[in-house]
């Protein structure tokens, strides 16, 4: 496994590196990836996540470029003042066209995290290119779109979630509570706000937003794998099974991937959850890219 | 904070340098042509989750310090950022010696004759220490170092619980300070623990460099017992109090840029390297 540093775009002043796999497992007809940016943490991702998901991913025959957008990390900022939301699509299509010329790919995956998974979603709707998507702890929109009563009760439901978990399933909750020292004014007050807010709100919260819906449509017509990826303890795993799951189940029954990551926060911060995420992200590579590329061979 | 200079030019350089198992990753600056000083820079990250914290301040203290004529490279220790090795394989002896390869990359790049490392937190400690084994460094440039490896330690313990504290499911025993293995999603293997504890920049016997800037954000005693520990080695030294967030301490996605602490270590290099 090598790693290459470019630059590369319009006015070459994308930063990025290339990490290739070792020379007897090079195919040029694989598809390559691309790590996005998560937020304004550079290149190398949380915790220095992605470069070992570009490592591991290397390792097992993929091209992996990870790169930042302009203005983030050691990519300059742009002149053309163009939002945020286009340039990162359009930089992300320059990333492609980046390993097209130098390493002859010709498909592609597009990873990201947070922000990172509306580049991917957006990029991947618009570039034919795009085969499938890794989308960890996914909205699918700009999180500024969505509600706030839509927001104020994805949050009721995580707390709930996260209140049950911890102390109705341990030992020590339970104890207290048979023994007379648990405050049981205080679990009343907890238990009836927040479930009243998640049954009496649901109604009023609705589904997927139509033009959400139409996008996935779009990739699933096209054969697009998407592989999402949720921490457990995050209101974005509660929002995609409020608003997200029954509708890609409709459109494309048993036919696409969603993997909860137990136990872990937005970033993977615990090196158990990184290596997880490894594991997981690499064994579905396996199984949709690796395993199809030798079927169609 | 003042607004901060655009990064407008294409004047990066990224590259991979060193020997081919161990490669480090570094961005070359050129200075800003017709105003070239005789003094290349060396910047040294810290480590861990203080590495991508200090990223962008960093990148904005190498463009400012080519603005003003200095060529810099900036660098990523073995087994951090974009460098090879796998997190866990970094060591305090080996990023000593990667400061060499750096140091010797930078003269490669350009013809200097003064060197001077700039270092924040640990990457400050590690430039004192790589000055402290050789006799080529003409100037050090602190910001908020790390004085003491043992208290450095207990500090990443701290904010490591602190984070457990507010993790999602806090589970029962999930981490204990015997089995100390990881750090804010850094491991912290037994010998990295070691030799950082041998950290200690007031058992510094020989003269690192000829001058010594130290910018202390805060107002903590240990820069008191650390000024005259620098005064009793006769370097000349300054410590600057310049008033700034910490921002190694800061959210991943609330990178931080104070202005006056780089203007302050801008400045005082400039005075120095004219």
């Not at chain 1, 992996?64 to 286009?86: C, M, Q, T, W, Y």
Request: aromatic fraction near 10%; hydrophobic fraction near 40%; glycine fraction near 8%.
């Amino acid at each position: 496994m090598t790693e290459e540093a470019v630059l590369f775009g319009r006015t070459k002043s994308l930063v990025g590196i290339i990490t290739d796999p070792p020379q007897a497992k090079r195919n040029t007809e694989l598809a390559a990836f691309i790590l996005l940016n998560a937020g304004i943490v550079h290149r190398v991702g949380p915790h220095r996540l992605f470069v070992k998901m570009a490592r591991h991913l290397a390792s097992m025959g993929f091209v992996v470029l990870r790169f930042d957008h302009s203005g983030i990390g050691d990519s300059n900022v742009r002149e053309d003042k163009l939002p945020f939301e286009a340039s990162a699509i359009s930089e992300t299509q320059e990333a492609m066209n980046c390993l097209s010329r130098m390493r002859d790919s010709k498909r592609f995956v597009l990873f990201g995290l947070c922000s990172g998974t509306l580049t991917s979603f957006r990029t991947a709707c618009g570039d034919l290119r795009v085969v499938g998507a890794v989308l960890l702890n996914a909205l699918l929109k700009s999180p500024e779109t969505i509600s706030a009563s839509t927001v104020s009760y994805v949050i009721d439901r995580k707390i709930a979630r996260s209140y049950v978990h911890s102390k109705v399933f341990h030992v020590q909750s339970w104890l207290k509570f048979l023994t007379g020292e648990a405050d049981y004014r205080k679990i009343l007050r907890v238990l009836y706000s927040r479930i009243s807010s998640v049954f009496f709100a649901r109604k009023q919260i609705g589904g997927a937003d139509n033009q959400v819906v139409a996008d996935l449509r779009g990739l699933f017509d096209r054969g697009v794998s998407l592989f999402f990826i949720f921490s457990e303890g995050t209101g974005v795993l509660e929002y995609f099974r409020l608003k997200l799951e029954d509708a890609i189940e409709k459109l494309n029954p048993g036919k696409w991937n969603v993997e909860i990551i137990r136990e872990t926060d937005h970033t993977f911060t615990l090196l158990r959850h990184q290596e997880e995420l490894l594991q997981v992200v690499g064994r579905w590579a396996s199984q949709t890219l690796l395993n199809c590329h030798r079927q169609r061979a | 904070m003042k607004d901060l200079p655009r990064l407008t030019q294409v004047d990066i350089e990224p590259f991979y340098f060193g020997p081919s198992a161990t490669r480090l990753f570094g961005c070359y600056q050129a200075p800003l042509p017709g105003r070239r000083r005789s003094c290349g820079v060396v910047l040294c990250y810290p480590m861990g989750h203080e590495y991508i914290a200090g990223h962008r301040a960093y990148r904005q203290l190498a463009f400012r310090l080519s603005q003003a004529g200095f060529p810099v490279l900036r660098f990523d220790f073995y087994g951090c950022g974009d460098s090879a090795g796998d997190s866990g394989h970094g060591h305090v002896s080996r990023w000593l010696e990667d400061i060499a390869t750096a140091v010797a990359e930078i003269r490669k790049k350009t013809d200097v004759a003064k060197l001077c490392l700039v270092g924040l937190r640990l990457g400050g400690s590690l430039a004192m220490m790589a000055g402290d084994q050789r006799n080529d460094i003409d100037g050090i440039a602190l910001w908020d170092p790390v004085v003491d490896g043992k208290s450095y330690i207990q500090e990443l313990i701290s904010a490591h619980q602190e984070m457990l504290r507010q993790y999602y499911v806090q589970g029962e025993a999930i981490w204990t300070e015997e089995e100390m293995t990881e750090i804010l999603g850094f491991p912290l293997t037994e010998l990295m623990l070691a030799e950082l504890s041998e950290v200690n920049l007031l058992a510094i016997r020989s003269k690192p460099a000829n001058r010594i800037l130290v910018i202390k954000s805060n107002r903590e005693a240990v820069w008191n017992r650390l000024r005259e520990h620098l005064h009793s080695l006769t370097i000349p030294c300054e410590f600057q109090q310049v008033p700034g967030p910490q921002i190694w301490k800061e959210d991943m996605n609330r990178v931080l840029v104070p202005s006056p602490i780089l203007d302050a270590l801008v400045s005082w290099l400039s005075g120095v390297y004219r």
